[in-house]
């Protein structure tokens, strides 16, 4: 994921701020991390360089 979708991504529950923690980078572009909501708090994992934005009761 490159740093620059910051611009655009927001919480899909909310639709407030996430903030990044890179866990791993390669060259501008986030491999593994974290996005977290500034409201509510939810946490998206970041893997591979994909940021998986589905609600944490829809993901396996």
């Not at 390669?26 to 998986?52: A, M």
């Amino acid at each position: 994921m490159k740093e620059t979708l910051m611009d655009i991504l927001c919480c899909p529950l909310d639709k407030q701020e996430l903030e990044l923690k890179e866990i791993r980078e390669d060259d501008g572009e986030v491999l593994e991390g974290q996005l977290t909501c500034t409201e509510c708090g939810t946490e998206y994992p970041i893997n591979d360089g994909i940021p998986n934005l589905l609600p944490p009761d829809m993901r396996e």
